[in-house]
């Protein structure tokens, strides 16, 4: 595959961000291609959530730049950025369904708030999306009875109503078991494929990285380790992806005094 | 002795910022009221969830209200004799005080607690950042239509509660005591003027905006809390201080309002 032909869609060059005075991501800088699945990796606690955050215009970085379809995010106003967003589709990691709407109306609302199409339209392309994630028969339940992986495909379902062109897929396989979370992994796999989207997942399923990724990029206390094919991340010899690989904890060497006033600190 | 100096300061800096920010929300959601497409669908919901749904809570306190100020006015007047002017009496504390004020605080423990509830488990739920990444203004979306509802339903509550309880005083003062029911409404039409309904309504205008705009913007920015609380416990926080808050602004604003007008 020539990738240089292909066109940049996200670009987030020298992205840093705090929370308050903690910096939580240092210098970050990724390129994201038409129609790749990009995965962020790292541990709880990484940035990734935060880097997503970021990318998604609801955080401002302090210094970097953000270029989403080559428009700069980071200086954009909220209208500018409420119109990039509509070619944007996000599934959040929980869901985030609306609590006071059953599922169908959940999925029908960006159409709603969006396009002028009339109300049978609406609801045949939600049900579409609906039987898509195999949700058919469960059209007219609320939120509050759904189970976690239902309310990640409803989620999903929801973020991809309007045909984006890119989808931001939050820990599709957090709290899932196995077989689930692998069904999940087929229908981001569908997607790319059938809709032709550009896709970043965030992850810290080794497994389901593995699988659904065209690169990845392994981020670790808010800096970025490396970016690269699954082949290049295999083959890596850093000893955090290593450690990663084979899910063992960092080993880092500590000072036995040090450890000790950290535990008896006030 | 600096560290409480720094302390204060940082305080009033953090207050005079969230001020600001609840400014902010308050100007775009108005900015939001008035630029079309206006949303009907979720103001009559908020209208039903403000207004409708307030209505027993409403009537039954305006009756208790109403009974229980005629029945200390009557014991009053009785010494001076002057009984004949329960009507005024009842009608001029209902329409321009109690009947805001009580109206008022009814609504902020069952509507805004609730709305600011709701908020609050919406942006840690993510619901709010979902609405962001689907390019839906959460301030056109979630509240131009509560504020709306806020300002329509309030003024409309206060006049229910205030002819609930100007027929409660009848019951107690006309039915119970025997003051003549023609004096008593004869005494009340003479009195009120024109002026203390105003002030009753403008007071309950300002209250409706006040109770919604408190709840909404607790519940929306509980995120930006300086104590970073979040979760359950933000939500049970934020929930009550806007109970406080609101229920302090409605009396505060009330003095304000009577100062201003009388």
Redesign the interface.
Known sequence: MNETSKKTIIDVKGLNAFYGDRQILSDISLEIIENEIMVIMGHSGSGKSTLLRHVLGLNRPVSGSIKILDQEITTLDHYALYELRKKIGVAFQNGAMFSSMNLLENVELPLHEHTRLDKNTIRIMARLKLELMDLGDNESLMPSELSGGMLKRAGLARAVVMDPNILFFDEPSAGLDPVTSAELDDLILQLRDAMNMTIVVVTHELESAFKIADRITVIDKGKQIMTGNKEEIKDSDDPRIINMLQRRAANETINADDYLNKLTRN | MDTAKTLFLSTIDYQIKRLGLSGIFLYRTFYQIFTPPYLLEPLLKQLAFIGARSLLVIVVAGLFVGMVIALQFYDTLVRFGSVSLLGSAVGLSLIRELGPVLTALMIIGRAGSAMCAEIG??RV???I??L??????PYR?LFSPRILAGVISVPLLTAIFIVVGIFGGYFVGVILFGVSPGSYFQNMSDTVLNRDIIMGFSKSLVFGLLIVWIACDKGFNMHLDRRGIYGSEGVSRITTEAVVLSSIAILFSDYLLSALIL
């Open positions: 488990i919406m739920d993510n619901q950042d979902a962001e990444c689907m390019a839906i203004d979306y």
